[in-house]
């Protein structure tokens, strides 16, 4: 059998998540609040890394999924428990892609987002014109057991950046991204319910959910 045919062949069934406790793998409070409100219906415990005292692993890897899988084993081999990270960040149009997977270090070491949303206006401003103010947000998630197997997925959400920053909900990038459909509201203005219905956070746990839980 050649390969290709070996591969649209072979189904491997997917892990699922059976058990009480779930480690979320991320030092971001953003992200906790809403990873533990978009999993809360499937998991009845699940402690963050920081409240662990889990060590933040250096982001090695060159793509979302590969940090999130380094995330997740790391947390998942320290504490001997199934570990979920999340690896994500917004990626511009007419920067290739910036800041990429490299969202967070735009923010410095005091994780200063007014700074790294200005970076992103000062470098779009340099950018050409034709290339408009199309952006995406990204989510990995990989769930990772301390075996080392890893189920993995990627969600994506769609719009334009707006200058200056609008809103107060949310975090980091939130107030310069306007969702597609949503007129001119950046994330930042809509409730949580509202973030969690439409975000690339929402898109990734729709996959791993209808994957490992439920
Ligand atoms: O919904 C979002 N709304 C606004 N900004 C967002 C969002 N999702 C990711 N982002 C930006 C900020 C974050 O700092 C970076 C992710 O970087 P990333 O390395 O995945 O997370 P992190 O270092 O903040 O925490 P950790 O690695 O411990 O999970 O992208
Ligand atoms: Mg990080």
């Not at 990270?85 to 923010?107: C, F, K, N």
């Not at 509201?185 to 439920?214: M, N, W």
């Amino acid at each position: 059998m050649t390969e290709t045919a070996r591969r649209s062949t072979e189904t491997v069934a997917p892990r699922r998540f059976a058990g009480d406790t779930l480690v979320i793998a991320s030092h971001n409070k953003g992200k906790v609040r809403e990873i533990a409100a978009l999993l809360g219906r499937y998991v009845a415990n699940f402690p963050s890394a920081g409240e662990l005292g889990l060590p933040e692993p250096e982001e090695t890897e060159k793509t979302f999924i590969g940090n999130a899988a380094l995330k997740a084993l790391a947390a998942a081999k320290a504490s001997g428990l199934p570990a979920l990270a999340d690896d994500s960040g917004l990626a511009v149009d007419a920067l290739d892609g910036a800041p990429g997977i490299y969202s967070a270090r735009w923010a410095g070491p005091e994780k200063d987002f007014a700074l790294a949303m200005e970076k992103v206006r000062r470098e779009l401003a340099l950018a050409p014109d034709r290339k408009g103010d199309r952006a995406h947000f990204v989510c990995a998630l990989a769930l990772a057991w301390p075996d080392g197997h890893v189920e993995a997925v990627e969600g994506q959400a769609h719009g334009t950046l707006t200058f200056p920053p609008r809103g107060s909900k949310g975090f980091g990038y939130d107030p310069i991204f306007i969702p597609d459909g949503h007129g001119t509201t950046t994330y930042a203005e809509l409730d949580p319910d509202q973030k969690h219905a439409i975000s690339h956070r929402a898109d990734a746990f729709r996959q791993l959910v209808a994957r490992c839980f439920g």
